[in-house]
């Protein structure tokens, strides 16, 4: 911050100074290329859009990535990962040495799910006992198996679950977070890991609602379902997400979902996410919402005569929403408070 300037004045000028920002890169960015829509043909100016559009606060933490690696309060929970875990949709470079909450150096061994023989994340996929998680251990199994049809694993067989962003490309999360539950040993540990809207190519989008989740998991949605086509269709920012060079690629890549399971079904924050592992029976034991985009969430599965109780992660004042990066949340947490604290709430 710069000498002399109130840290107040500092502060509520940020968003006056991300739309400085933004507009400085979009005027290189349409000097160059004379259209924006000329620059989405070219793959670094994408990037230069995507920087435009996600502001200042995303640029510097870049920035400072590039000197310093990023951490979250998150890594005093390693310990809890340390047996054999399952990956859903692995690897991902998180789970890493270096990476944000890196779980394949404390694990012995990660199994992986991936959902086809090929994809546009990991290529091609071979079933066995290759995958490879960490240089100097022993490969896990690969599987070829959908996210939520694991009936062919056994119950109670790892001692924790990864995920990495991959839940939101499910039709039915609710579904698919009761198998996991299955595979988990009692007293076992899910680590998921969720975009949040504010941060992601979803900003425009409502967030799902957990009467919408319930719904779909009462009417057994599949992977086939495309319930959510036009609303991606018309909301999805394409200046966030460089790996579309066009409109036109971005609806082939949706059209194409049932193969390449590219679209992100569902929109979270803090809130809908806390209800969520709640109504899947998951206790939960710390929620961090960070840059860029993630919304990291450490639960447990309960020995069945415990009852789960997450109300301190729903309340407006909890941690999570205050420390959040993201506005929503902090909006959510205040305008909760607001109305809970005004007269005509009072009992």
Known sequence: MPKGIP?????????????????????????TTKSESRAMS?????????LRSMGLRHFLYKVQGLFVRPRI???????AFRG????????????????????????????????????????????GKNFVFHPQKEPGIQFVLEGGGLSSLPEARYDFILS?????HTANPLSVLHEWKRLLKTEGNLLLILPHRDGTFDHRRPVTTLNHLVDDFEKNRGEDDSTHWQEILEMH????????????????????????????????DIRVSVQMLT????????????????????ATKLPGYKDVSNERFL??????????????????GRATLTMDSSPSQAV
């Open 164 to 168: 990495c962003h991959m839940l939101e």
């Open 315 to 332: 309340r407006a004042d909890a941690e999570p929403y205050r420390k959040s990066p993201f506005r929503s949340d902090r909006l959510h």
């Open 279 to 298: 109504h899947a029976g998951f206790q939960i034991s710390d929620v961090v919402a960070t840059m860029p985009f993630h919304i990291f969430m450490l």
């Open 84 to 127: 054999t875990g399952l990956e859903i949709g692995g690897p991902s470079a998180v789970f890493r040495k270096g990476g944000l909450f890196p779980a394949y150096e404390t694990a012995q061994r990660v199994d992986n799910i991936t959902f086809s023989r090929k994809t546009r994340w990991e290529g091609d996929v071979k079933a």
């Open 7 to 31: 840290v107040s004045s500092w502060r509520s000028n940020a968003t006056r100074r991300e739309k400085w920002f933004a507009s400085l890169l979009a005027r290189v960015i349409i000097k």
């Open 237 to 268: 920012d394409i200046r966030r997400d460089p790996q579309q060079a066009s409109t036109a690629d971005f609806e082939k890549w949706i059209r194409a979902n049932a193969t390449n399971r590219g679209a992100h079904h569902h929109v979270f």
């Open 73 to 79: 309060q998150f890594e005093r929970h390693l310990g």
């Open 42 to 50: 070219y793959p670094f100016l994408r990037k230069l859009t995507f």
